[in-house]
């Protein structure tokens, strides 16, 4: 018996070896928990995250390896917040390093250029002060190997309008798929699966 019962629990260290390095270099899971990049994702998404697109980052460094290429305007990142670490966001890549950013009336201006928001979702919430406060910004120019980021909700999202720039080293991957999704809210069983939802593409 020891030589099968040998085989058999090297057979498992494989298996957990090749689902870490997946996890640590390739493709990782997450799930929405808040309504920042309604209507795009919403509370109970559970998404696909690709981790090698930016250079997959060697734990505990700042290290990348297999760089493909920069983050772009439009993706969509998982990154580690800046503010808290323990804690990972989802936002939208608005600006990137060297580009002069305003916001002018919820209007994105990129080099003094208005440029097109097709994400934008705009449901006003809270006092007009605040109102005021998040749909102006700027100008500002993002830092060298920095991002500008902000959610999709642009009325219920804490971003870099709030926080400041998001250090590129702190991106995780750029979210490209949803794989499963949960409505908790549904009455019915059959209908807390949002079926219209799985395997929505999310990638350029």
Known sequence: MKGPVLEYVKSILVALLLALLIRTFVVQTFNIPSGSMEPTLLVGDYILVNKFIYGSRIPFTHM????????????????????DPSKDFIKRVIATQGEKLQIIHNRIYINDSLVPDPWGYFKPVGPPWYLENIENYGPVVVPKDSLFVMGDNRDNSEDSRFWGFLPVQNVLGEAFMVYFSWNGQAEHLWNKVRWSRIGKWLGR
């Open 64 to 83: 990348r390896v297999f760089s493909w290429e920069k983050p772009h305007r439009g993706d969509i990142v998982v990154f580690i917040y800046p503010v």
